[in-house]
């Protein structure tokens, strides 16, 4: 919801880090950072407080469920215009026993938000993740466990993998 916010507010994510954490009897909590960057037209302009009033209101909207984040991604505003082609690539990998999932793809606008969104959709929990833009291309670091906080298996990954894909694909990344 929040990449979708962000995007569809007309800016550019180059980097964000998100953290999620558990605690006993409490619903889990996120935080999430976020740099951002402005369409070309105001480049090099700061980004000020005003300039984040839409990407608040856009959340308000999505929170109380006025609104859904695959609606945000159709109405996107015009935003920098997407590094060169590239095929996307999406894989696992392991570290220490966790479901790391890889995806590098051609940036552009929504990308993080198709992602997340193909995720949720496939009941997989970001636990951690890492987004860093390089040259116009993505490269998304996302540590998923089961919605019940449960390791993935290795069909379950394939699976997961396959639905990033096809939605990166559906999206025209």
């Avoid at 954490?21 to 302009?45: C, H, I, N, Y």
């Avoid at 991604?73 to 890889?102: E, H, K």
């Avoid at 997340?116 to 998304?140: H, K, M």
Wanted: some cysteine.
């Amino acid at each position: 919801m929040m990449s979708a916010a962000i995007a569809a507010s007309g800016f550019d994510i180059l980097m964000a880090e998100a953290y999620r954490r558990s605690r006993d009897a409490q619903p889990a909590e996120t935080v999430a950072f976020f740099e951002l960057r402005r369409p070309s037209d105001a480049e090099g302009k700061p980004i000020t407080g005003d300039d984040l009033v839409p990407i608040s209101r856009e959340l308000e909207a999505l929170f109380a469920g006025e609104t859904r984040a695959d609606t945000l991604l159709q109405r996107n505003a015009p935003t920098l215009r997407p590094g060169p082609q590239a095929p996307p690539d999406v894989t696992f990998a392991d570290d220490d026993g966790a479901s790391i999932l890889l995806v590098e793809a051609r940036d552009r606008p929504g990308l993080l938000a198709t992602i997340t969104a193909a995720l949720t959709e496939a009941s997989a929990c970001i636990v951690d993740s890492e987004i860093v833009t390089v040259d116009g291309r993505a490269r998304d670091r996302f540590q998923l466990t089961e919605a019940d906080g449960g390791p993935l298996t290795g069909p379950r990954r394939d699976a997961i993998a396959h639905s990033v894909s096809v939605a990166i694909g559906r999206s025209g990344a």
